[in-house]
């Protein structure tokens, strides 16, 4: 049998208890090294969730919060909503928490009551529930109407909500207690010059919109006055439709279509002045000839212009002289403006395509 060395491992299992001899007794409140966590867990000032199980030392401690009058228990809230929210923002719900709960007991200190509202209304506006800080803000001084934090938590709550007469009006509220505060008088300018950028604004608009009526109105009473009828057929059209009266020549620009039903092409012209002539417009279009018209034969003098009349069940062309002006054209009983956008038809004078387009109106 070998020899067994001094520091041979076998009673490397020993507890350091065991080493040491008899273990102590434990006391009552004594934890358990290894469960130090778990053990902790189970006092109230160090528990991270409400236990599952009953425990007497927290409701021991929950007791103590509701012992005392109604005014000691709100002033205990209070103090407790006053450290969360000195706390900081991440702890505002629960300093609010701590102010409703002070609020709800039958506290009859109105000075308790006052400051908790002030204090929850300030939590609500850092958290940006800006209806119940005007809520608290409004009880608070039904207390006390000299409460200077309230009239100014008020004043950048309405701000926030862009109501900035009621800002205005609660600053000149706190500045009748303190003329001097200066985080209302800022405020104060900064709810004015927004005001005032604002009602510029509204000014601005209100003047274009006159303008604009005052411009449709001048418009209509010239169509009446020229015997110019409309028929709107696409509304989209007829509002985008850019019909201009001169107040100072009194004429009226029209857009107007040059439609060449033999090549299926058009031409636009966006200011036609009802005192221009077709063919004032016909020789800067053929200027130069069109991509389309390869044997250049369309030009001033080898076109002749159309409109077609609606009326009645059967539409007709009817030929327009190059040499009358627009507006002329326009005030005939036979033309109807579709959309507000004239069009006339060009065609080739003596060509086979005007023959044959001229006679399907015939049929």
């Not at 599952?52 to 005014?71: K, M, R």
């Not at 209304?121 to 850092?126: S, V």
């Not at 601005?204 to 006055?225: M, V, W, Y």
């Not at 080898?302 to 007709?316: A, Q, S």
């Amino acid at each position: 049998m070998s020899e067994q060395h001094p520091n041979d491992n076998s009673n490397k299992n020993m507890t350091k208890e065991e080493e040491l001899g008899p273990q102590k007794p434990r006391g009552e409140f004594a934890m358990d090294a290894n469960n130090l966590d778990e053990e902790l867990s189970k006092i109230p000032l160090f528990m991270r969730d409400l236990p599952t199980e009953e425990n007497d030392a927290l409701a021991a401690l929950q007791s103590l919060v509701f012992d005392g009058t109604p005014d000691e228990v709100a002033q205990n809230f209070r103090e407790q909503g006053n450290d969360c929210f000195r706390a900081g923002k991440a702890k505002y719900p629960d300093a609010i928490a701590f102010y409703t709960q002070a609020l709800d007991t039958e506290c009859s200190d109105s000075s308790i009551i006052e400051a908790c509202l002030a204090n929850r209304a300030a939590c609500n506006l850092e958290l940006k529930n800006y209806g119940r800080t005007l809520t608290d803000c409004s009880k608070c001084l039904k207390i006390n109407p000299k409460n200077v934090k309230a009239w100014y938590r008020s004043a950048k709550a309405l701000f926030a909500l862009d109501k900035l007469v009621e800002t205005i009006d609660c600053c000149d509220h706190a500045l009748e207690v303190d003329a001097t505060n200066k985080p209302i008088q800022d405020i104060r300018q900064q709810a004015l010059k927004r005001k005032i950028m604002i009602d510029e604004i509204i000014r601005q608009k209100e003047e274009r919109e006159e303008q604009e009526r005052n411009k449709k109105q001048l418009l209509e009473n010239a169509f009446k006055e020229r015997n110019i009828k409309i028929e709107v057929v696409d509304k989209n059209v007829r509002e985008k439709a850019n019909i201009e009266y001169d107040l100072e020549t009194q004429t009226i620009s029209w857009p107007v279509f040059f439609l060449y039903p033999e090549y299926k092409e058009s031409d636009y012209i966006q200011s036609f002045n009802e005192t221009n002539t077709f063919k004032d417009h016909l020789e800067v279009i053929f200027e130069q000839p069109a991509p389309w018209d390869a044997n250049h034969r369309y030009t001033v003098d080898n076109v002749e212009i159309y409109f077609e009349d609606t009326r009645g069940l059967n539409p007709k062309l009817i030929k327009v002289g190059k040499k009358l002006p627009l507006g002329k054209i326009l005030s005939l009983d036979q033309y109807i403006i579709k959309n507000g956008v004239p069009s006339f038809i060009v065609l080739l004078k003596g060509s086979s395509f005007q023959e044959d387009f001229i006679e399907n109106y015939k049929k």
